[in-house]
Nanobody, 122 residues
Framework: QVQLVESGGGLVQPGESLRLSCAASRNMFGIRAMGWYRQAPGKERELVASITSAGTTDYADSVQGRFTISSDNTKNTVYLQMNSLNPDDTAVYYC????????????????WGLGTQVTVSS
């Protein structure tokens, strides 16, 4: 199973920026995509942004234009640059990886990180 280690959360004021990082352990058959989800108190976990191994990205409407996801495939690491943060961005942010579990790349599994807290407050 792919192990994920997140870093970069913290407390910031509205309008400030944070950068989250997530490093994935090596997987024999490769990783298809990685992404960031978040869960605020009393709310369901939601997709924030994702990126495939080919570089295709997807963003939630609420973060489009403010957040940027990127990856370094040589390091199996994904980053989330978060700008213009506001209190609605306060949540636990979870890294996610979707990876292949067979040589033909027809089967996938999924791993989650433990989460990192992001708090936006004045």
């Amino acid at each position: 199973q792919v192990q994920l280690v997140e870093s970069g959360g913290g407390l910031v004021q509205p309008g400030e920026s944070l950068r989250l990082s997530c490093a994935a352990s090596r997987n024999m058959f490769g990783i298809r995509a990685m992404g960031w989800y978040r869960q605020a108190p009393g709310k369901e976990r939601e997709l924030v942004a994702s990126i495939t191994s080919a570089g295709t990205t997807d963003y939630a409407d609420s973060v489009q234009g403010r957040f940027t996801i990127s990856s370094d495939n040589t390091k199996n690491t994904v980053y989330l640059q978060m700008n213009s943060l506001n209190p609605d961005d306060t949540a636990v942010y979870y890294c996610n990886a979707e990876y292949y579990i067979n040589i033909m790349r027809t089967r996938l599994d999924r791993s989650w990180g433990l989460g990192t807290q992001v708090t936006v407050s004045s």
